[in-house]
């Protein structure tokens, strides 16, 4: 049988060095006892923590590892972006070629392009994401009874930014070098 109300409270404690739990446990006892809450509705485990607590080792890479997948398919789509746009501009890129910029300067439009599309990710998707992920660990902490207190690393905030940018550009390494290789000659006389 669990509490009244079917609710459950606990704390986690850790102790200093050299102290001792035989103790504590004693002092504690005396506590709940003078308090009104006797065993077995209030009780002390000295080694066990509760398993809800116990379950979290098991999905603590969860989050990290969906980040990871999450980038790892938005670069795929930025790639597969950039591709299609290679292909698509082919004349755009010969006249360019045309009027003088050599294949550095044409794969260099192409890594600017993928710069563009992050930083406007960034500028747009960066805080929206913060704020839904702040909102939506409020309301999922707040069913399951723990503390509402969300909290943005800032500093994977920021390293998000250059990371971004250089994905980007990784992901642009090929379409950039199939974009500086376009024939103005054969594109043009094709069309």
Known sequence: ?????????????RFA???????????????FAAAGCAPPVCTFFAVRPPADVSNYAGVRWTPAMLAGLLALLAAVTLGHA??????????????????????????????????AVAAVTLVVGLPIGVAAGRWLWTLFANQIGVAADPRTPLVAVLVAVPVTVAVANTAAAAPAWAAGRVQPARVLKAE
């Open 82 to 115: 950039l591709v299609s746009s290679v292909r698509g501009r082919r004349r755009e890129l010969a006249v360019l070629k045309t009027v003088g910029f050599v294949r550095r300067q044409v794969s260099a439009t192409v890594a600017w392009q993928a710069t």
């Open 1 to 13: 049988a669990g509490p009244p109300g079917g609710a459950y409270n606990f704390y986690l404690v």
């Open 17 to 31: 060095p050299g102290v001792r739990v035989v103790d504590v446990r004693a002092r504690l006892e005396r506590a």
